[in-house]
């Protein structure tokens, strides 16, 4: 245990995470992307010379154990003052091809202090549909621009932009993600002025030692046990089976996935990096949102996942759905096993486009019933955590009409407490444009605990006829999606204890 | 019955936002309102001159406007306090101001900037949006009533929850047995025995001490230390909170004077103000009724919005002008004031952005101005201008404004008082620490001006 004093360790991680929060103001307010702008779809975290993540600021969950492994992607190489990282190649740092993350290396007087990284959801990177979410694709290569761990340069900027829909667009919010890092980059400068380069190091590592002591103390406060859960993804030629044998020992968790269903022909793949963020933030959830988000808060936990099942896929799997469905039912998983109702368990991922634009939203659902208080609806689950895009920013940005935008009342699911209801969201197509629907928990219901009944299924509809969950395809001027997500499970049996709303 | 129009009460595009800023005013405006014009009865009645009310906006309004629409007056409180802390400028000189105001429970932050509050267009209140404008104030949990606790990881921590007046800190000898940041304050000194705290309080030193010292032992701390840290953490708090709303708003705080009131607040000013590269320190002397000073002296003003997003070649000279007088007229209209001045803001973006830098510059006038100052805003803020963006005019906002009463704050019964640190200083309503390295004498205001030794 390093030693550093109480005081001393209070003020040095409340100025780490003021200055994470820092970087998200500035990429959030100068951004181009709709996904970054509106929906805050992207996060922002320091690292240590040794590449341990000391603080990330409380943005996206699924992000939580994979920007670690982009900044180490880059670690390794040798650094420059000044010269910063980009990539999101899922098979190297990256969790599926949107999320671009740049990493810029901090030096004090010619030593490396630490690295300041974003990683940012940009409407699009290029591959075979607008908005680069095909519902279909098989290969990791239809899905767009590969960026291996490169230096970023103004060329590369314009070499990747160029590959790319809307590149004024990406060249912007790239620039927003530099001007995020310079922001990391200045605070880690000024910390180490305050205290002393060397001391800076001693305190991080007591800001990670710190976080792992508190995880410890709520683990240890679980029941020692074993637990197992399972749970389906909804693929397009059927269901795919996960499970989990969830073990608490002493002051660790083990969390094995073993037995798994093997990686598949779609893109519900996931790099070990996207699952490891799941269990992460099924992590936090389950001890105390108050600690840290870093390095030290992990050391407890323990992920088992073998190598060519879904959960930790091997190249070239197509991954686009795996980091926004996968992850939210690896969640699921820990949770249930831990005895809590389940939320909608999807993000409801729409993307629309053609040659002039890109939109790509997710939608929110309903909250799992607490034991103590209904579940909250029309939120965003899990490993989401975005706005939504305002109707009247969609409407005069994209050739969209939103024709409903309201509350599925009675979706949730009853229980001593209700589960969240789910919502409605009708859009018009305007001129003619590609579609291209993510979804799940179609075919099966988001799960209550203690005697609480299950939420509604979700439902996709085109012109009033029933999509599946995966679903691509054309629309015409004047066509309509309609899209009504999942309520969320009840908590307790109905009736034991109603209270009225 | 009352009614909230949507496109009156707020003016500005984002449906949620606008919704639900509506939806408060619809809810809170018959029981604002009935109380007003109850009040507007009375002092009628009593044949007394009809009340004004302060607005979040930190302006004064008639009690009959404001009963139509409660939600101007949400913040209402923390605006007289802003309202205080520019009438401190106007005395003493000061254009910049950085101003903390430390009580029991909280301290709340805000900004002067060219003598006038900074406003934010938008905040949440108790989780839910209000998309008007409001004097920028940012609070944090950390007041002289704060508890000190050790977590579970061995942090020493300071807040959010507090002993209140109620029990109050351990010192105030009512039972409460927490170590608060005045506990901290009397284990080292600053608050001690001798002297009452304002209203009479005598502190118990021994209860103090006690409390401090089972969260030292805790800790593993000398009970000093642990003072002495309860302090730091406190400070910390307090730095970020005015790092939000400078540096993250890109503003260098070092050109600022640090006003510092509330009963704690000057027991804090030097500590934070080092922290920040602040080298003067302004303290009111009359400390404890600030606000109502600030109240008494505020302007009236009554701000009207409007969602324009005119751009490219609709984004012209005369647009503007248009825009301006239509809210200007209707500003005055609710004023009664066919001479009140305006205050203009512009919420401009570049096309594709959807958030907002916020341009007030009085001197603007013309369309290319607008772009001009926007460009430079962007770039001094973000780092960087995006080449060939088309610059988005998305809101105008326009204060109509007739000046406050003319208050003329003077000190003429004291004799002028000159310090140096390290020293405690009792006024009547506060305590200010001075610690080495720090100076100065008080005004013709009765402020006094502390200034930092190079």
Request: proline share 6%; net charge negative.
């Amino acid at each position: 245990m390093s030693d550093l004093d109480p005081i001393a360790l209070q003020v040095v991680s409340g100025a780490l995470r003021a200055a994470c929060e820092e970087m998200g103001a500035v990429l959030v307010r100068s951004s181009h992307s709709a996904n970054i702008k509106e929906r805050r779809d992207c996060s922002t975290a320091l690292f240590d010379a040794r590449a341990r993540m000391v603080m990330q600021a409380e943005h996206i969950p699924v992000h939580l154990g994979a920007m670690p492994v982009a900044v180490a992607a880059v670690a390794a190489r040798a650094q420059r003052p000044g010269v910063p990282w980009v990539l999101n190649d899922p098979f190297a740092g990256g969790t599926h091809l949107p999320d671009i993350t740049v990493v810029t290396p901090a030096f004090a007087g010619g030593a490396l202090l630490g690295f300041a990284a974003s990683r940012a959801h940009h409407a699009d990177v290029g591959g075979r549909v607008p908005g680069s979410m095909p519902a279909d694709s098989t290969t990791l290569a239809e899905e767009g621009v590969v960026i291996p761990p490169s230096v970023l340069d103004d060329d590369l900027i314009d070499a990747l932009a160029a590959q790319m829909r809307q590149p004024d667009e990406r060249r912007a919010d790239l620039h927003a993600q530099l001007a995020a890092n310079a922001t990391g980059v200045a605070r880690l400068l000024e910390l180490a002025e305050r205290v002393g380069a060397h001391e800076l190091g001693a305190a991080t590592s007591a800001v990670l030692d710190y976080a792992e002591r508190r995880t410890r103390a709520c683990v240890a406060a679980l029941p020692d046990g074993e637990r197992r859960a399972r749970d389906v993804l909804e693929g397009r030629d059927g269901d795919l089976e996960l499970v989990l044998r969830a073990t608490v020992r002493g002051d660790e968790l083990v969390l094995d996935f073993t037995g798994s269903a093997p990686q598949h022909a779609g893109n519900l793949n996931c790099p070990l990096a996207v699952t490891s963020s799941a269990c992460l933030f099924a992590l936090r959830v389950l001890t105390d949102p108050d600690i840290p988000a870093n390095a030290g808060a992990a050391r407890p936990l323990t992920v088992r996942a073998p190598e060519g099942t879904l959960l930790h896929a091997r190249p070239p799997a197509a991954v686009a759905a795996g980091n926004v469905e996968t992850s939210s039912r690896v969640a699921d998983l820990v949770l249930e096993a831990f005895g809590r109702a389940l939320g909608q368990g999807t993000m409801n991922n729409i993307t629309l486009g053609s040659d002039a634009f890109s939109y790509y939203e997710t939608l929110g659902g309903g909250q799992g019933a607490c034991p103590d208080a209904d579940g909250p609806s029309g939120v965003h689950v899990a490993m989401s955590n975005t706005l939504n895009t305002p109707v009247e920013a969609l409407e005069l940005e994209f050739p969209l009409r939103v024709r409903e935008y309201a509350v599925r009342r009675g979706s949730g699911g009853a229980g001593r407490h209700h589960g969240g209801d789910g919502v409605v969201r009708e859009l018009e197509a305007l001129t003619a444009m590609q579609y291209s629907l993510i979804t799940e928990r179609r075919r099966h219901r988001p799960r209550g605990a203690d005697g609480g009944e299950p939420g509604a299924a979700g439902r996709n509809l085109l012109n009033g006829r029933e999509l599946p969950p995966k679903a691509s395809g054309a629309l015409a001027p004047g066509d309509r999606l309609r899209i009504e997500t999942p309520g969320g499970g009840g908590h307790g049996t109905p009736g034991t204890h109603r209270v009225v709303d | 019955m009352p009614i909230a129009l949507s496109h009156e009460v707020v003016g500005t595009f984002r449906e949620y936002e606008r919704a639900a800023t509506t939806e408060l005013d619809a809810a809170l405006t018959p029981l604002l309102g009935a109380y007003l014009r109850r009040l507007l009865a009375r002092t009628d009645a009593a044949g007394l001159p009809a009340p004004q009310v302060m607005q979040s906006s930190g302006g004064l309004v008639d009690a009959a406007t404001a009963a139509d629409h409660a939600i101007l007056a949400v913040l209402s409180g923390p605006a007289g306090g802003a309202a205080a802390a520019a009438l401190i400028a106007r005395a003493c000189g000061e254009p910049d101001l950085l101003c903390f105001d430390m009580g029991g429970t909280s301290c709340d932050v805000c900004v002067v900037q060219g003598g006038r509050v900074r406003e934010s267009s938008g905040r949440e209140i108790a989780g839910r949006p209000v998309a008007l404008p409001m004097v920028d104030i940012h609070t944090v949990g950390a007041g002289g009533g704060s508890i000190a606790w050790r977590d579970a990881g061995g942090a020493l921590r300071v807040g959010p929850r507090s002993a209140g007046a109620e029990p109050g800190p351990a010192a105030y000898g009512r039972g409460g047995a927490e170590p608060t940041v005045t506990d901290a304050h009397v284990v080292l000194g600053t608050l001690s025995a001798e002297r009452p705290l304002a209203g009479g309080l005598r502190l118990d030193v021994q209860a103090a001490h006690a409390a401090v010292g089972r969260l030292a032992a805790e800790l593993g701390l000398d009970p000093r230390a642990c003072a002495a840290g309860i302090l730091r953490v406190a400070d910390a708090e307090m730095v970020r909170a005015l790092r939000v709303m400078t540096i993250e708003r890109g503003i260098d705080p070092r050109g600022f004077a640090l006003l510092a009131f509330g009963g704690a607040g000057p027991l804090h000013a030097a500590q934070i103000a080092d922290e920040l590269g602040i080298r003067r320190i302004l303290v009111p002397r009359a400390s404890g009724v600030l606000s109502a000073l600030g109240l008494a002296a505020a302007d009236r003003r009554a701000t009207r919005q409007r969602s324009l997003l005119l751009s490219g070649t609709e984004l012209t000279d005369a647009a503007l002008a248009d825009a301006r007088a239509a809210l200007l007229h209707e500003g005055r209209a609710i004023l009664g004031d066919p001479e009140a001045t305006p205050h203009v803001a512009h919420d401009v973006r570049y096309r594709g952005q959807s958030h907002e830098l916020t341009i007030d510059d009085p001197e603007l006038r013309g369309a290319d101005d607008v772009r001009a100052a926007f460009e430079q805003e962007h770039a001094r803020r973000y780092g960087w201008r995006e080449p060939g963006g088309e610059v988005e005019l998305v809101t105008l906002r326009v204060a109509a404004v007739s000046p406050g009463a003319a208050l003329r704050l003077a000190d003429e019964a004291q004799e002028p008082l000159r310090v140096a640190g390290p020293a405690v200083l009792h006024l009547a309503e506060t305590t200010v620490a001075i610690p080495e390295g720090w100076g100065g004498a008080s005004d013709a205001t009765g402020t006094l001006v502390l200034e930092r030794s190079p």
